[in-house]
């Protein structure tokens, strides 16, 4: 008798990350960190320059070595697995240094030529025209601006249809509209189940692609939750803002934002610009970056 599971196994997640540590002789980089990437989810990791984000990513890609913890990416450890696992994976690394990626390919001949090394890359045309190239699929490369280049970065890292796409500052360089339009494929690639690792210092951006972000500063996780959660109850206390007799915008945190607004109206008739919101991730995130910079100064003094 063949019999159906009732309930199916859930699918594995694509990233599993336990006590993670990279040290540099006594400085701690990555400093014990744990989370997961469920399959199909859209993971922003957010911290100040020099958090460790680059090197978990780094790590998690197979490029560099931890001290301790265990790591599972695609169901296999990044510092053994093959080249089987790397072709499920697609990366677009931190900018690197003019001119040094590109000999004198144009952006056709590029993403052709990476094309080769997957079983089942998408077509190179396709590719070109998501990423907003079309007018530019037979120039140099080199002699892109610096925003169009980093698109010609993000085409190599989708055309061999990655189960898992890392994105590490992805968008640094390009103009609003050309922000927006990227925006706009990571969101069509997420719903065709792809799942995403992002790094980024754009809080709009990781509010806008995420489901769940994780804060890291000085090593560690600080925050990890979806968009709405983080902050706790900080993110609860909202943001009154209103303009002031001098023209300057004001805004101020309170439990009681109705008697602020009464405080306001009999102080300066009625404010201008006045509006009561909650906090944005880009608050939130502030202020755990503050709290967090504080507390290590203070351990270190
Ligand atoms: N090879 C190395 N030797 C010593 N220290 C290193 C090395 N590589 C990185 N670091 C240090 O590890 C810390 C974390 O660096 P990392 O590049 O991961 O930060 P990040 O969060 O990606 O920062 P950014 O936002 O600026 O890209 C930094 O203080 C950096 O100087």
């Known amino acids: 008798m063949t019999s159906t599971p009732r309930h199916p196994s859930p699918t594995p997640p694509a990233v599993v990350v336990a006590g993670l540590h990279k040290h540099y002789g006594a400085f701690r980089a990555v400093d014990g960190l744990d989370f997961t990437v469920a399959a199909g989810e859209t993971f922003a990791l957010l911290g100040p320059n020099g958090a460790g984000k680059s090197t978990t990513v780094e790590i998690l890609e197979g490029f560099r070595r931890r001290t301790s913890g265990t790591v ?41 030529q990476q094309a080769r090394y997957y079983p089942n890359a998408r077509d190179v045309d396709e590719v070109i025209s998501a990423v907003g190239l079309t007018a530019k699929a037979g120039t ?17 890292g989708i055309i061999g249809r990655p189960r898992l796409l890392f994105l590490d500052e992805p968008t640094t360089g390009f103009d609003p509209e050309a922000r927006r339009e990227f925006w706009d494929l990571i969101r069509s690639l ?22 769940r972000v994780g804060v890291i500063i000085g090593g560690k996780m600080r925050a990890l939750g979806r968009v709405d959660e983080i902050g706790g109850e900080a993110a609860r ?44 991730l880009e608050e ?7 709290e967090h910079t504080t507390a290590t100064k203070e351990q270190a003094a």
């Open 284 to 290: 939130l995130y502030l202020d755990l970056v503050r």
């Open 72 to 112: 599972s990416v695609l169901g296999e450890d990044p510092g053994q697995a093959g080249r089987g696992w790397r072709a499920d994976l697609g990366m677009v690394l931190q900018e690197l240094p003019e001119g040094e990626v590109y000999g004198s390919y144009t952006v056709r001949e590029q993403l052709a």
């Open 140 to 156: 140099r490369i080199r002699t892109l601006s610096g925003g169009q280049r980093r698109r010609v970065d993000v085409a190599l």
């Open 237 to 280: 206390v909202p943001v009154v803002s209103w303009r002031g007799d001098d023209g300057e915008h004001r805004s101020q945190r309170t439990e009681t934002p109705a008697a602020l607004v009464a405080e306001l109206r009999t102080r300066l008739g009625e404010p201008r610009d006045l509006e009561i919101r909650r906090p944005t």
């Open 190 to 211: 997420s719903s065709d189940g792809t799942t995403i690792l992002l790094t980024t210092h754009y809080l709009d951006e990781a509010a806008v692609l995420a489901d």
